[in-house]
């Protein structure tokens, strides 16, 4: 049985042109799994909101280049899942749906609560990380992209609505700051701000549970980091990810 899974692995080596898909149903709507991947499936780089497509394109090309797996959640190109069940239209971020209290959190905040819709999206969840078997893998790099306006390295310091989430931060003079490292272990900050990347350290003990990904996977004691550039910016993005990958590889978490 592993033998078989290790020759269709390597007979799958090269980048599929039809990616394989697998999908979710979410009340009345398809989100579907884009996968692509070379080589090996590690480091895993998940995608989930729609309407980041930079962030894609910058993954691929570190695939392309150096293996892993990407998966892309594809639903209607915009950052939030809308469903209906009964009669009632619902909509969440979903990358806030990896608790319980972050899914009541974004189905109120973004719609409606009840609480057929929050064992929808709970599936919906928990289905994900299943299929990819995320809880299982040594590293999680999320590829998300900012546009100039909301979110920054600034969100992050004392004064910003984010400070909480944060232990520490390096801001770099020289980067734009929209395009930042979000980590949760104390190696990559170490790492990135001796490379003079914009860098924030979640704060696990004081961090809200809002139900995103960074949460989910630090209580599993799994690293993880995000990728955070301007829409814009391609050619930064791109080489924030395959610095990511240096850094995963030198700190041994993956095989070279
Ligand atoms: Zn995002």
């Not at 929050?118 to 928990?126: G, Y």
């Not at 004064?159 to 980590?183: C, E």
Request: charged content about 25%.
């Amino acid at each position: 049985m592993f033998l078989s899974l290790v020759v269709v692995l390597v007979a799958s080596g090269c980048m599929t042109r039809n990616p394989p898909r697998t999908s979710f149903k979410v009340g009345d709507v398809t989100v579907h799994a884009h996968v692509f991947q070379r080589g090996a499936f590690s480091p895993v780089m998940i995608n989930v909101h729609d309407d980041e497509n930079t962030s894609v394109l910058a993954g691929k090309v570190i695939v392309k280049e150096s293996g892993g797996r990407l998966v892309e959640l594809v639903h209607s190109g915009r950052r939030f899942v809308e469903f209906k069940l009964d009669g009632q239209t619902y909509r969440f971020d979903p990358n806030r749906i990896f608790s319980e209290d972050g899914i009541r959190a974004t189905l109120s905040r973004r719609s409606y609560y009840s609480e057929p819709a929050h064992r929808v999206v709970k599936e919906f969840a928990a289905g994900f990380i299943a299929q990819f078997a995320l809880d299982h893998e040594p590293v999680i790099v999320a590829l998300h992209n900012t546009d100039g306006h909301g979110l920054t390295i600034n969100s992050y310091r004392v004064d910003g609505d984010k400070s909480a989430a944060s232990a520490t931060l390096h801001a770099s003079a020289r980067r734009s700051v929209g395009d930042f490292f979000y980590v949760t272990d104390r190696r990559f900050f170490d790492y990135l701000k001796a490379r003079d990347f914009n860098v924030t350290l979640q704060d696990d003990a004081n961090v809200p549970d809002d139900g995103s990904a960074s949460v989910y996977f630090a209580r599993k004691g799994i690293p993880y980091l995000n990728i955070e550039a301007d829409v814009s910016h391609l050619d930064e993005q791109t080489e924030m990810v395959r610095v990511a990958r240096e850094m995963i590889v030198e700190l041994g978490l993956i095989p070279r």
